[in-house]
């Protein structure tokens, strides 16, 4: 029979034999975010369209051309999240969460909707672990995320992942840069896209991003923000870099980094490689000073990032790094008849009682079936149970590497405190291994 669908262009599935490796990952994120004083939190994955127009920006790829937008069945506009910053600014504003104590610290895992072209390391859905800090204007709180970040990538063990800051300006600096994108640009009006177009004179910065080729070739030599940064973007960006070269933090400064999105402010920062493909940044964040009061807020300087898990996992899969799969089990008891089963039951319950993973046949297998199993999911020990064993009142378990017969008397009930002192003990008649 012919499947009736397949997943969507774009979209992925993780397995249940590679689920460890996100595991793994989120785990270090979880555990370095803490360190830094992060706590989670969860956003709905749909927002109010304009949510994402006034965060975001009008004029942004992500707004123009890549939500995934519709009206619900009340008339209402709403869109999938293309991103998390907006998101948690919103939830930190309607909680009011500034009256608990500044700065508010939030990390989060999302979910992403976004229409691009899919390639490899570019995804219509995919996830991101993020951090965002609100209520502070200090550098020191820049360079502190920006540790934070490489704090994750060195626990994940990557290599050849560089990171790339830039200052964007606060609105007083960006007026002069946009006056001088406007001059340049014009003079390439009739090779520019029709949306590059658009935002020629709402907000040329956009076109320094637009992903087609011919602008993107254009917006080469166009004017760098660098040259035209105020006093105060200044001296911001130089103790961000003092902080930076305090901590030990590697980074060139790419005057071109600019960011997809209408937020950032001032500091702006990419983590990149080059051995994924074209989609090589793994991270990207950086400050947005205005977002709050774009969104109904009082003015709360913030700043964070965001990293690409399927980009992150696609990094560590290239560079070999060997991820600890703690999924194995510990036991299998193969059973033949009702009477084992019910022990196999106890069994199975008790080491389970201990944190370990034990299966037993719920198919109805024959033994040899059963045993092919065991072997085919790597169980470390196996039992065999049936009238001989239960009559005779005692079974062997098998170390299935090494092929190891211990005897253990069934006439017991088995507990979690017997299968805990029969654990790891290497010359006591061991039978399991944790
Ligand atoms: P972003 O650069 O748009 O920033 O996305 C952050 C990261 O998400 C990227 O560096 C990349 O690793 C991953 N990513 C983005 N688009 C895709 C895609 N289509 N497929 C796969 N991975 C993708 C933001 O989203 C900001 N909200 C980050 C931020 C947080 N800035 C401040 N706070």
Not at 129 to 139: K, V
Not at 140 to 145: L, S
Not at 154 to 171: A, F, K, M, Q
Not at 275 to 303: F, N
Request: charged share 25%; aromatic share 8%.
């Amino acid at each position: 029979m012919a499947l009736i669908t397949k997943k969507i262009k774009g979209t992925e599935d993780v397995l249940p034999k590679e689920s460890y490796k996100w595991q793994f990952t989120e785990q270090i994120m979880r555990d370095e975010s803490r360190k830094f004083g992060f706590k989670e939190i969860r956003t709905p994955v749909f927002e109010h369209t304009e949510l994402f127009a006034r965060g975001v920006g009008q004029t942004t790829d992500v707004v123009q051309k890549e939500m995934y937008t519709f009206d619900t069945k009340g008339g209402e506009s709403v869109t999938l999240r293309p991103e998390g910053t907006a998101g948690a600014a919103r939830a930190v504003l309607e909680h009011a969460l500034e009256n608990e104590g500044l700065p508010v610290k939030a990390s989060y895992f999302v979910s992403c909707y976004r229409y691009e072209k899919p390639q490899a390391g570019r995804l219509r859905e995919f996830h991101q672990f993020g951090i965002e800090e609100y209520g502070t204007s200090a550098p020191v709180a820049d360079a502190e995320i920006i540790c934070l970040a490489q704090s994750i990538i060195d626990r994940l063990g990557l290599s050849d992942i560089n990171l790339e800051i830039n200052s964007i300006g606060c609105p007083t600096c960006r007026a002069e840069y946009h006056k001088a994108l406007r001059e340049y640009f014009e003079g390439y009006k009739s090779e520019l896209c029709d949306t590059c177009n658009s935002r020629l004179n709402k907000n040329p910065m956009r076109i320094l991003d637009c992903k087609s080729p011919i602008c993107s070739q254009i917006a080469k030599d166009a004017p760098k923000i660098t040259d035209y940064l105020c006093n105060e973007c200044k001296e911001h960006f130089d103790a961000v870099k003092s902080c930076l070269d305090a901590a030990g933090i590697k980074y060139t400064v790419n005057p071109t980094i600019v960011r997809g999105l209408d937020y950032y402010t001032k500091t702006v920062f990419e983590f990149v490689t080059d051995c994924i493909g074209a989609q090589g940044t793994v991270c990207g964040g950086g400050r947005y000073d205005g977002l709050i009061e774009e969104l109904g807020g009082k003015h709360m300087p913030s700043l964070g990032f965001a990293m690409g898990m399927e980009r992150l996992l696609m990094v560590m899969d290239k560079q070999g790094i060997e991820i600890p799969d703690f999924d194995e089990c510990a036991l299998y008891v193969a059973t033949m008849g009702e009477k084992a089963k019910l022990k196999a039951f106890e069994i199975t319950g008790a080491v389970r009682s201990c944190g370990m993973i034990a299966e037993t046949d719920v198919i109805g297998r024959g033994l040899r079936a059963q045993m092919k199993y065991a072997d085919k999911i790597g169980a470390k020990y196996s039992m065999v149970l049936g009238d001989n064993e239960l009559e005779q009142g005692y079974a062997n378990i098998k170390n299935m590497s090494t092929g190891k017969l211990t005897k253990v008397n069934l006439d017991r009930r088995f507990t979690a405190e017997f299968i805990e002192m029969h654990t790891d003990d290497e010359n006591s008649g061991v039978f399991l291994c944790r």
